[in-house]
């Protein structure tokens, strides 16, 4: 059994879901003027959204408060607030998935008070209901069991985040080989990222300093915990 549930998930079928979720906005009868995207999560659902759904205004808002793959460490807030006018227009809020959900609230409470929206709705590709602070009002899956979706655009990020948390878990262990450290990934994670991303991933682990690459050999040189 996997230590991290995890859902390793294919372009394709993000496309998919963006469809299935432009298709329920249509169905609902409620056409948005504009699209805001929670960056970064939000970005690539966002402007398929806005494909499918024939929408040429598309806006973004920085929200921050996940650390390192799967742990939360700050509360959530904008990044980089800003002041518009989108006086009575309907905006979409955009994310890939609600889990906590303080993204989505944060976010529309921030477009509600400093953007004066006409209305203000939001749609997620996935929606974690048992652990979730709301309902978004449009999502495509709805997940009983907590599961890390492996989107494609945090591949490398999370692949270099999870591969750290091993290394970090087994502090007595100085030296791993390369394939030992991707078969505890696979192990752990129950996933295969597949290539370049291990290789991408352990070259961003030494940049940072937490490991040296000696040929097949991967030395420990600092660990977070
Ligand atoms: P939230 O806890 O709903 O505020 O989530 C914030 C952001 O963290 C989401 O937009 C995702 O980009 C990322 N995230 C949170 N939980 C997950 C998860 N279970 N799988 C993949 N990404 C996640």
Request: glycine share 6%.
């Amino acid at each position: 059994m996997p230590k991290v549930k995890c859902k390793l998930v294919a372009w394709e079928e993000v496309v998919n879901w963006a469809y299935q979720l432009s298709q329920k906005i249509l169905e609902s009868g409620w056409h948005p003027d504009i699209i805001v995207a929670i960056a970064r999560g939000g970005f690539v659902p966002a402007r398929l959204l806005c494909d499918f759904m024939d929408i040429h205004e598309l806006l973004s808002i920085q929200i921050v408060h996940w650390g390192r793959a799967a742990e939360i460490t700050t509360e959530a807030h904008v990044k980089y607030p800003y002041q518009l006018d989108l006086s009575g227009k309907k905006v979409l809020i955009v994310d890939d998935i609600c889990d906590t959900g303080d993204s989505l609230i944060v976010a529309k409470k921030y477009v509600e008070e400093n953007w004066k929206p006409g209305e203000v709705k939001l749609a997620t590709l996935q929606w974690i209901s048992p652990v979730a602070k709301i309902t978004p009002d449009y999502y495509v899956d709805e997940v009983k069991d907590w599961t890390w979706y492996q989107y494609p655009w945090t591949r490398l990020e999370d692949t270099a985040n999870f591969i750290e948390k091993i290394v970090d878990e087994n502090k007595d262990k100085k030296e791993w080989t390369k394939s030992e450290l991707v078969e505890k990934f696979k192990e752990d994670y129950g996933i295969d990222v597949g290539e370049p991303y291990y290789t991408l991933a352990f070259r961003l682990l030494e940049a940072y300093g937490r490991i040296k690459l000696q040929g097949d050999k991967i030395v420990v040189t600092g660990r977070k915990g």
